[in-house]
């Protein structure tokens, strides 16, 4: 079922809620999205941002799409902005969602989910601290989406101190430690290129373009 509700308070804040999952939404109101002037996705769900990606590709990226996610104990945070040129999200993405690109490596399965004794519920064991650094980072990026729009997709990629990924258990990646060898105390972000890699998604778009 699918319900609307609007909220319009002060400050030119207009909010709205859908009562529904995404694929609902591009199936059967797209408009919303079509209008928006930037499209913030943090669902954490593959099949959802999958989705979107492929409806982006489909309409020409009309406008910017930020995805944003954490890996575990919020030790790094990943933005993503993909705009009418570069990669699409799926080129650095696997086909079950994990990303190419990963900070930290815990050895010792220490990114493994906890669970709640005698109950279902799984949590990942941090909290607004840890998580503020992610999400001011994923808030920056969308003001530059929104004034000053990147001309090719970019990521965006926060990492906590050297300190605290060792004493939870985990180590940097060779994948990051390609990159950034030096040595960095505190928090730190760096701005890294989504290039286009012609993937299932983009490629696939680009033949419907072309036929
Ligand atoms: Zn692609």
Request: proline share 5%; glycine share 10%; with cysteine.
């Amino acid at each position: 079922m699918r319900q609307t509700q609007t909220c319009t308070p002060k400050h030119n804040l207009r909010v709205e809620r859908r009562v529904c999952d995404l694929h609902y939404v591009l199936a059967n109101d797209p408009d919303l999205l079509e209008t928006a002037d930037l499209i913030v996705a943090t669902t954490g769900s593959w099949a959802a941002e999958n989705s979107l990606n492929r409806w982006h590709l489909a309409q020409g990226r009309g406008q910017p799409i930020l995805y944003g996610w954490t890996e575990a104990h919020a030790c790094a945070g990943h933005g993503v902005a993909i705009t009418g040129e570069g990669g699409c999200l799926q080129c650095h993405i696997g086909r079950t969602g994990a990303p190419a690109f990963k900070v930290v490596d815990w050895p010792d399965g220490g990114d493994a989910n906890q669970e709640e004794p005698a109950c279902g519920a799984h949590y990942q064991p941090y909290g607004p601290v840890e998580l503020n650094y992610v999400t001011a980072m994923l808030s920056e990026l969308a003001l530059d989406c929104l004034l000053t729009p990147p001309l090719q997709s970019l990521s965006r990629v926060l990492v906590t101190s050297a300190k605290r990924i060792v004493d939870l258990g985990g180590r940097l990646s060779e994948a990051w430690l390609s990159e950034y060898v030096e040595h960095h105390s505190g928090v730190r972000t760096v701005d890294r290129p989504w290039s286009k890699l012609h993937c299932t998604a983009c490629g696939e778009a680009r033949a419907d373009e072309a036929a």
